[in-house]
């Protein structure tokens, strides 16, 4: 497992921008993919969006196709979520995952999929 940092959460208004990163903490790792979840209180952690390393495959929910993109920094392992247009139902922890087992187009919308999991950022959208 590899411990995993998010930065870039903070309190924007409807209709703002952020960019979320996620980055290893100590060194650089290889993995398969690496996903975006969200869990806001009293609710169970979703899917948000994912990436592959190699090829840089994307998947997105349906909530935030359109607005969010995912894009990652092979050479840093770093990952970054460019959230435009944000909604109060979009504030939440959002938390990055890493896992290096090739997965497909529905398992790697899963929690169960990853193996290492940053401490989350709070991202909060304000009407």
């Known amino acids: 497992q590899v411990q995993l940092v998010e930065s870039g959460g903070g309190l924007v208004q409807a209709g703002e921008s952020l960019r979320l990163s996620c980055a290893p903490s100590?060194?650089?790792?290889?993995?398969?993919?690496l996903g975006w979840f969200r869990q806001a209180p009293g609710k169970e952690r979703e899917f948000v969006a994912a990436i592959t390393w190699i090829g840089g495959r994307t998947y997105y929910a349906d909530a935030v196709n359109g607005r969010f993109t995912i894009s990652r920094e092979n050479a840093k392992s770093t990952a970054y979520l460019q959230m435009n247009s944000l909604k109060p139902e979009d504030t939440a922890i959002y938390y990055c995952?890493?896992?290096?087992?090739?997965?497909?187009?529905?398992?790697?919308?899963?929690?169960?999929?990853?193996?290492?999991w940053g401490q989350g950022t709070q991202v909060t959208v304000s009407t």
């Open positions: 995952a890493a896992t290096g087992v090739a997965v497909n187009s529905r398992v790697i919308r899963t929690t169960r999929t990853y193996e290492s």
């Open positions: 100590g060194r650089t790792f290889s993995s398969y993919a």
